[in-house]
């Protein structure tokens, strides 16, 4: 096993389910990923570029318009992600919280993965949005192929007007919120791993109290306790960036404020994509281990990374975080 000071601070290309053996037990403060979902095959040649070129559509977080639902597909997912997860468990300091990006179709899938893996699972956030595009599919295209005459098919499509495929436009995405059990009393625990507890000095708005709903659009206005997080600008992601599914920095940086108290936390991201969680714990001054298997991807990641320091070097950096916290602090919490 090597040491963790080869991983720190560094975005590895690798099979995460090959790194993870390599990191030291009880070594991580926190765990924020989002995983992929495997939603056509589950093997070692998954290649979400393939699978979405073919469908037209994104493989992960979403299904292709009149995808045959495929019962399998959520147990191999949980099976994969129990490994996964008991791994996390392993590297995780007692106390640690593990947050895990999910989809509403898998997230029962997940939860349980999480669950039996060990962890107790202490709540779910939910991320509110509206810009999406709805799955569902017409069924006109089917009665144009029915053996029937035209005035049949014409009666057939007027009585089912506005009837589509069971694919309603997703407008929320769940986190699963999960903690390794402590070995002693949650202080005895924190003086001891400085990890266990909740920062609930991070508040927006009119000092509410942290809550698990984010919201991106005015819809925060029917909802009470939310804070208003948004979603990821074409500047944030880098003009490069052709990553699907990118997170908020915002939310990736709430949830580490929310979780990490030490100066010297590390915060492990298994899937880390194109370097969101590794960006939001430089910015907050944490250390951080991102994985990736796409090449590609941890490419991007080191370049974002790059751009972060020579911000922090020119003095960029802490205008824009102070320009930051006072647009934080105009949100108003209903």
Known sequence: MMKNKDFINKIICADTMKLLPEIESNSIDVALTDP???LDKLDNNWDHEKVASQNNQYAIKSLPAGMKFDREQGKRFYSWYFE???EIFRVLKPGGFFFSFSSPRL????ASAIDDAGFEIRDAFMWLYTQNQAKAMGVDHFIKKMNIDRKTKEKI???LNGWKTPQIKSCFEPIAMAQKPADQTYLNNMLKHEVGLLNTNIKIGNNMYPANVFTVDSINELIDKTFLLP???KKEKG?????KTVKPL???EYLIKLSAFSKNAVILDPFVGSGTTALAAKRLGKNYIGVDSNEKYVKIAERRLKEIDEEIKSGLFAAKEKKEKKFQLEFQVV
């Open 239 to 243: 003009e490069y960036n052709n990553h």
């Open 84 to 86: 996964v997860s008991k």
């Open 157 to 159: 499509r007027e009585k």
């Open 36 to 38: 992929p979902y495997f």
């Open 107 to 110: 997230y029962h899938r997940m």
């Open 250 to 252: 915002a939310i990736c």
């Open 231 to 233: 979603k990821p600008t």
